[in-house]
């Protein structure tokens, strides 16, 4: 009961529309919502839809609102509401929203809403840049890739490596990462063994790490073939 008086006495004083928790949950869940339904959905679109609801929901209740409680005493006073006070309180309505928007609605909007959509829009942005990074560091990289698929193609006895392009094409839509990135790897790692020979000390030092990810890939998988298959192509590399 005292919570729903609560969110009473906010709704009256209008102060649920520019509570910061509330837009969050609110740009959140609307969000997601139209991102199912339309998986490239924007937060810029997000941001359209709750300034939509600022005025044609959370203002258009309120307002509504209003306007019902000042003809609830009409009516138990007249204990019935004839088009007369209808007419009343139509002009009531006429009269009091141009207050309530100048200096409610409009600097509640410009001074609060606003601002604090658009932190929220930020915060919402620099979560899914986080969440898309730690994805992204906790993936292999593409050398690691390529050496991986190598390793199953070898075992599998698939006999796929050959053809650099096609090969580059198979592993961009396995992995879904750039095809031109797969290619190099690959041009790399199954080219000319001067080009691996010539390769600087930097380069060298690079492609043991992406070695040493996908040996620890197939440690994880307890797959002790795969980390045989590795050291003897890693040899061409010494």
Known sequence: MEDLIRKGISFMTFDFAINGDYISTLFANTHHRYQKVIPEWSTNATRQKIIASYWFTYVLNHFACIIGLAAIPTFFITHNLEFAHLLVVFFVGIVTFPVL???????????????????????????????????????????????????????????????????????????????????????????????????TERKRTEMKNRFDEAYHFFEMLQFNQGSQILKELEIKFV
Do not use: W
Request: proline share 2%; net charge positive; hydrophobic share 35%.
């Open 101 to 199: 928007f100048l200096f409610t609605y409009l600097p509640n909007f410009s001074s609060n809403f606003i601002p604090k959509l658009q932190t929220v829009k930020e915060q919402f942005e620099r979560k899914h840049l986080e969440q898309t990074e730690k994805c992204r560091q906790a993936q292999l990289s593409n050398a690691a890739l390529v050496l991986v698929y190598y390793v199953f193609d070898k075992t599998s006895e698939m006999n796929s490596i050959g053809n650099n392009n096609q090969i580059a094409n198979i592993l961009m839509k396995l992995y879904g990462v750039d095809e031109g990135s797969l290619r190099k790897n690959i041009d790399l790692i199954f080219g000319s063994s001067s080009k691996r020979k010539n390769l």
